[in-house]
C-alpha cells in the first residue's frame, strides 16, 4: 500500500520560510520522480518543484529562487524549503511520486497560508 504523508504547512507571515517534508512508503522511492504540486482557491493544480531519481531538479518560474527541492533517499522523504514567501504561495501543497502512468501516487495535501 503506497501512502504518502505531507507535513510542515502552516500559517507563515510574508518574507517568512517553512518547509515541507513528504515521507514516502510502499514504494522503491529512489526509483521515482518525486514532485511538490500546488493548487490555490479556484485555481488548477500546478507543478512547483520536481527532482529525479538522478538528483536533476526543475521548478515553476514564480517560485525560482526562494523554493529548494531535495531527496533523502535513505529516509525516503523529500522535502521542500520555501523562503521568502509570498501571499500568492497561499495554497494546498501536495506531494506526487511519478514512475510512469500506472505508478502515480499523491498525498493527501498540506495547507500552507501566507498572511500578515
Known amino acids: 500500500q503506497v501512502q504518502l504523508v505531507e507535513s510542515g504547512g502552516g500559517l507563515v507571515q510574508p518574507g517568512g520560510s517553512l518547509r515541507l517534508s513528504c515521507a514516502a512508503s510502499?514504494?522503491?522511492?529512489?526509483?521515482?520522480?518525486m514532485g511538490w504540486y500546488r493548487q490555490a482557491p479556484g485555481k488548477q493544480r500546478e507543478l512547483v518543484a520536481r527532482?529525479?531519481?538522478?538528483?536533476?531538479?526543475n521548478y515553476a518560474d514564480a517560485v525560482k529562487g526562494r523554493f529548494t527541492i531535495s531527496r533523502d533517499n535513505h529516509k525516503n522523504t523529500v522535502y521542500l524549503q520555501m523562503n521568502s514567501l509570498k501571499p500568492e504561495d497561499t495554497a494546498v501543497y501536495y506531494c506526487?511520486?511519478?514512475?510512469?502512468?500506472?505508478?502515480?501516487?499523491w498525498g493527501q495535501g498540506t495547507q500552507v497560508t501566507v498572511s500578515s
Open positions: 506526487n511520486a511519478d514512475f510512469g502512468r500506472s505508478s502515480n501516487y
Open positions: 510502499g514504494i522503491i522511492f529512489s526509483a521515482y520522480v
Open positions: 527532482i529525479t531519481s538522478g538528483g536533476s531538479t
